[in-house]
Nanobody, 110 residues
Framework: QVQVAESGGGLVQAGGSLRLSCVDS??????MSWYRQAPGKQREFVAS???????NYADSVKGRFTISRDNAKNAVYLQMNSLKPEDGAVYSC??????WGQGTQVTVSS
């Protein structure tokens, strides 16, 4: 059974930082992506990283968020700096194109 599990969400003040983690039971061969969904809004792409380390970011997070991976641990990380209230959402990790984690809540207070 494929398992994708996120951790690291929480409450932070605006301007602060959080690091999210995601572990994929399938291993390190797949593109890994972070998405987020705020209440009343559609889910949106945040960042992705290929198995070879090629990254892609949404314009709204460029320069503030960094995605990375540790293939030895089957893990991907999202370092989020200079957080804004509008970054608050449920952040979900996706392995490949099909497998999603349960999501982790990020709340940014103003």
């Amino acid at each position: 059974q494929v398992q994708v599990a996120e951790s690291g969400g929480g409450l932070v003040q605006a301007g602060g930082s959080l690091r999210l983690s995601c572990v994929d039971s399938r291993g390190s061969l797949y593109i890994m992506s972070w998405y987020r969904q705020a209440p009343g809004k559609q889910r949106e792409f945040v960042a992705s990283i290929t198995s070879g380390g090629i990254t892609n970011y949404a314009d709204s997070v460029k320069g503030r968020f960094t995605i990375s991976r540790d293939n030895a641990k089957n893990a991907v990380y999202l370092q989020m700096n200079s957080l804004k209230p509008e970054d608050g959402a449920v952040y979900s990790c996706r392995s490949g194109t099909m497998y999603w984690g349960q999501g982790t809540q990020v709340t940014v207070s103003s």
